[in-house]
Every structure is written in C-alpha cells, then in structure tokens.
C-alpha cells in the first residue's frame, strides 16, 4: 500500500497541534573482513552499554543495559543531496512528500470522526523548519514549524528554494520509506537502533557524546547544533542556519561523522518509548544480541500510529531544549513522515548478498 502523507504535521493541519521530536575517542574498529564498499567503515562486533541511568536523560533512554551486535558496514555520512539524487534519476522514485496525501489512509490513523481537510491541505508537501521573529513558547512546537505545500528534498524550503549548491548536505524531508527504497536500491539497509549507538559511540563506553563526555561549545562547535537561543535568536557561529556538508566536523573514534546533530537518522526499529524497560522485564538478566526492536510500536504523542527510531539529533538540538545529539538519545516518528532536518545514513552486513538484519532478539 502507498505510504501515506506525515501524520504528524498533517494532524498539526487538521487540528492546531503539531507534535514533533524535541528538537532534535577510541581507536578505529579493527576486524574488516573484505574491502570496504565505497564510503563506507567497518565496525566490529562486540558488546557494549545502550541506553543511559543519568537521571537527567528522558525515561525513553532508561535502564542502561548490555547488548552484542555483530559486525557490519556503516556509511560514513549521512546520505547526501547527490547520492540521493542518483537513486532518483536511476529509479524514477518519487518521494512520500512529493505524492498527495491519501485521506482515506491518513483517517485510520486519526481519532475517529476527524473531518477530511480541504483538498488543497491534501497536496504534495513537507514540514519545514520557520524561525520565529522572537520569543516563543517552547511547548509550542508549531511556531516554528510550518506544513508548506511543494517542500520535499528537492525543494527542501518549499517552492522556490532548491537542493542545488547543497548537494553535498544530508538529504532532507525523506521518510521511513523513502529511506528504506533508497537502502534497498543501493545494496544495504537501514541500521537497527542498537547498530546505530553503537557505531555512534565510537568506542567511547558510556560516555555521554561520540566525543567524550565535555559539553558542546558554542565557540568550539564538535557538531551542527543550534547556537544562540532556541529556537530565537540564533546565531549561527558554526556558519550554518541549517544543515550543513557531511563531514564538515571532526569524526569519531570509528571515522563516522554527523552522528551526533545535522539531521535525525532513521534505524529500521519500530519505536517503543519504554522499550528499554520493557524488554529488561520481559527478559530479567538476558543480555540481548542483534535486537532488532519490538514487534508492536508505542508511542505515548502517536498512540495510532507505527513510529520508527529516529537517532542523532539534528541541527535544531539545543541543551536548553532537548540536547538530543547524546549519544542515548532516541526518538519516534511516523514512518510517512518528512521533514526539514530528518535524513539517514545505511548500513550492510560482510555478507555482500545480505540486506536485512541478522536473526536477534525482539521484545513482542
């Protein structure tokens, strides 16, 4: 079935309220068992500490627990204006923010009784970042987000905007399956949540950033993070207003960069907001190898709908407001949803024929 159009903004449209993620080393792994793909690391299995204890995190990162993953290939960057643009003109893909929403599949997804939109509000679009002119309210995400009919990744502003000149930034207003299409086209997949903090990491064992554990500084910038206020005034030191080129800052103890800021990264989990908790009381004292997620999707801001993991933060994250590019942190959003600072990256498994993640454990 066609995906339909984000959930979340559209709900925003139909009903005033707009619920959106907040925001926002070591030596390089050894082990590598062929050449790598182009543009792509290796990193190698082992175990390690997901999650965090630090009470000042959210109850979505919480209990800290050990977890195995085997050994893949990672991108090291986030998929690219040009890379995704080849996909397209190999493929004639068009994404979920450039088709029409479909009404009678967004209905099942809002409260029953929810009247249809006018058709103009059920056009081809995308959720775009708008700074505001001054203060706002921070429990008010929709006065800076707005739904602009015509945004996608190719026009990541909406009309009149263009990705040319950026081709080297993360592609932008791509969904879950978009991403997924992109990663099968190309040979890989998109990463478990696990795999993700893992490789994000980079070696560094429980440390609260991929660079250690010393806060991001606004006159030494480690990431693209919002600088100034949130979300008035920003300053931009960094000298990016939004996204900014991959690998534009030092990477991290794998040679990965952007895993913490620029854009929310998609994993292929289905997003459970207790879901550390809830596999740690369904299995007591299992130590989980290769999770790949829980069956059933939960989502206490999306009860209808079937989230996905988003990682990373993005280059709207702000310690004042969520400071999301922690390591730990960890998302849900609709899988029908783009928006202005949601991209991905890919991974692959030593096997060149194996595209979906190996056999793990699941929390039903």
Wanted: hydrophobic share 35%.
């Amino acid at each position: 079935m066609r995906a339909s159009r984000d959930q979340r903004a559209v709900t925003w449209v139909l009903a005033g309220v707009l619920t959106l993620p907040a925001c926002g080393g070591a030596p390089a792994a050894q082990g590598r068992v062929e050449p790598p793909p182009p543009g792509m690391v290796w990193v190698a299995g082992g175990e390690f500490t997901m999650g965090t204890d630090d009470p000042s995190a959210f109850a979505s990162e919480r209990p800290a627990h050990r977890v195995w993953v085997d050994g893949f290939w990672i991108d090291r960057h986030e998929v690219t204006n040009r890379e995704f643009a080849a996909f397209v003109n190999a493929t004639g893909y068009r994404t979920t923010a450039e088709r029409p929403i479909e009404w009678a599949e967004l209905a099942r997804q809002l409260p029953p009784g929810t009247p249809p939109p006018p058709a103009e509000q059920l056009q081809p679009g995308s959720a775009v970042f708008v700074a505001p002119r001054g203060p706002v309210a921070l429990s008010d995400p929709s006065a800076w987000w707005r739904w602009v009919p015509g945004a996608s990744w190719r026009q990541p502003e909406g009309p009149g905007s263009t990705f040319q000149g950026r081709e080297d930034h993360p592609v932008v207003h791509v969904s879950w399956h978009d991403a997924s299409a992109f990663a099968a086209w190309a040979g890989k997949r998109l990463p478990t949540e696990a795999e993700w903090e893992y490789a994000a990491r980079g070696g560094l064992e429980g440390r609260r950033y991929p660079w250690g554990d010393d806060p991001a500084r606004d006159d030494a910038p480690r990431c693209n993070i919002w600088q100034g206020g949130f979300p008035w005034p920003g300053r931009h030191r960094d000298g990016y207003e939004r996204t900014a080129p991959v690998e534009s800052f030092a990477p991290n103890g794998y040679g990965l960069s952007d895993v913490a800021g620029n854009v929310w990264e998609w994993c292929e989990d289905r997003y459970r907001a207790d879901a550390f908790a809830h596999c740690a009381a369904e299995a007591p004292g299992v130590r989980p190898s290769n999770p790949h997620g829980p069956a059933i999707a939960w989502d206490p801001d999306a009860p209808l709908g079937d989230a996905r993991v988003i990682r990373g933060g993005s280059f709207l994250c702000h310690a004042s407001y969520c400071e999301a590019y922690r390591s730990s942190a960890r998302r849900g959003l609709a899988p029908d949803t783009g928006m202005s600072h949601v991209g991905f990256r890919c991974v692959k498994e030593h096997r060149s024929d194996s595209t979906t993640p190996p056999q793990g454990h699941e929390c039903r």
